[in-house]
Structures are given as structure tokens and as C-alpha cells.
């Protein structure tokens, strides 16, 4: 079965520094990826997506993630942490069903 | 997202009774998803529907069914709610098309009590 597993339940970073957010995949078949954030007491919002073609996806917000099918990786990041980007960053991956398989989220503070 | 909508949006329940919540969608979107999300779990799958009366089990059914008797409904029934089943469920549908697009719907917050 498809799953993702991310790295680091929480990570804190500074404003204007370089966010990252580590995840790794598992797939017999080659692997959709996604990367969703939620701000609280909201719901999911697609931050960008890997399907098929250029291994670096640009997002939305400046987020990017980099598919690196050696390393079975799709870290997501950011040039520059705002306040704003302050949230819960959830990755996931295609299975059965067409279904997304969510890792157990990251959830990102932001410090002045 | 205005495509899915989810009912109802809070519910208190007492430890037995059953519950059901509905996912209501206007896209004609052939699969449907039923989520829950707790604290350090992430989003779990429970089950999904890909068609009229086709569902199947996800990573976490046990205490749950499904049924889908039109295209826009698929609906979550707790037999017997359990305080385990405190949670946020969220429903969600896939495009019908290879662009693996997918609408989250707002979430419907239950306490088993």
C-alpha cells in the first residue's frame, strides 16, 4: 500500500528563513504526491501536487516541493517563512481507490 | 468548497446511538471519500464509494458503514457511537477526469459523550 511518512511533528523556524518540510513516500507503482495545509479550525487546502512530468512543483503561497524518486522524497519549501504560514502541513500520496493517504501532519511555527 | 457540502457541521451525541452524516456534492464526482482526523493521525481513510452502491473499506472501518444510493450522497452511519469516535470527519470527492484533482469539504466536528 501507498504511504507517507513525515518528519518532524513540529518544526519552528524564524521569519524570513528557510522553511522545510520533510516527507518521505512508499509506493510499488509510481507515486502521485500532494501537500495540503489546514490553518486552524479550517479545512484542507491544496498547496501543489506531483501527477507525472517536471520533478519541481511550484505551489501556491511560494511553496514548492522537489520529487526525487532516488531518495523516495517530496520535501516542501519555502525561500522566506511569513507569520502567516503558520499551520498544519499535511502530505500525502495516491492509494487505492484513487484515495489519498495523509501522513500524520506537520505543524509549522512561525517566530518574529 | 462550495462543490461539497457537509451536514450537519456539529453534533453532540451520547455513547450508543446512532449517528449518520451526510456528504452532499453538485460536481457529478464519481468517487467519494470519508475521512477523520485526530490529533497526531493525520487524516484516516474510512471508506470510499466509487460508484452507486460500489464503496469499499478504509484504513479505519471498524464501527462505520457507508452507503451510496445516488451520485451526490454518500452518507457515514455509526451504529452504536463509542467515545473513540470523537472526531472531525471530512468528506471529500476526486474529479472524474486524470487531473487528480480533489474538494475537501468542511468537516463536521462530533463528541461522543
Known amino acids: 500500500a501507498q504511504s507517507v511518512t513525515q518528519l518532524g511533528s513540529h518544526v519552528s523556524v524564524s521569519e524570513g528563513a528557510l522553511v522545510l518540510l520533510r516527507c518521505n513516500y512508499s509506493s510499488s507503482v509510481p507515486p502521485y504526491l500532494f501537500w495540503y495545509v489546514q490553518y486552524p479550525n479550517q479545512g484542507l487546502q491544496l498547496l501543489l501536487k506531483y501527477t507525472t512530468g517536471a520533478t519541481l512543483v511550484k505551489g501556491i503561497n511560494g511553496f514548492e516541493a522537489e520529487f526525487k524518486k532516488s531518495e523516495t522524497s517530496f520535501h516542501l519549501t519555502k525561500p522566506s517563512a511569513h507569520m502567516s504560514d503558520a499551520a498544519e502541513y499535511f502530505c500525502?500520496?495516491?492509494?487505492?481507490?484513487?484515495?489519498?493517504?495523509f501522513g500524520k501532519g506537520t505543524s509549522l511555527l512561525v517566530t518574529p | 468548497d462550495a462543490g461539497i457540502t457537509q451536514s450537519p457541521r456539529h453534533k453532540v451525541t451520547e455513547t450508543g446511538t446512532p449517528v449518520t452524516l451526510r456528504c452532499h456534492q453538485t460536481e457529478n464526482h464519481r468517487y467519494m471519500y470519508w475521512y477523520r482526523q485526530d490529533p497526531g493521525h493525520g487524516l484516516r481513510l474510512i471508506h470510499y464509494?466509487?460508484?452507486?452502491?460500489?464503496?469499499d473499506k478504509g484504513e479505519v472501518s471498524d464501527g462505520y458503514s457507508v452507503s451510496r444510493s445516488k451520485t451526490e450522497d454518500f452518507l457515514l452511519t455509526l451504529e452504536s457511537a463509542t467515545s473513540s469516535q470523537t472526531s472531525v470527519y471530512f468528506c471529500?470527492?476526486?474529479?472524474?477526469?486524470?487531473?487528480?484533482?480533489?474538494?475537501f469539504g468542511s468537516g463536521t466536528r462530533l463528541t461522543v459523550v
Open positions: 464509494s466509487y460508484g452507486v452502491k460500489d464503496t
Open positions: 500525502a500520496v495516491s492509494g487505492d481507490g484513487y484515495a489519498l493517504n
Open positions: 471529500a470527492t476526486r474529479r472524474n477526469d486524470n487531473n487528480y484533482g480533489y474538494t
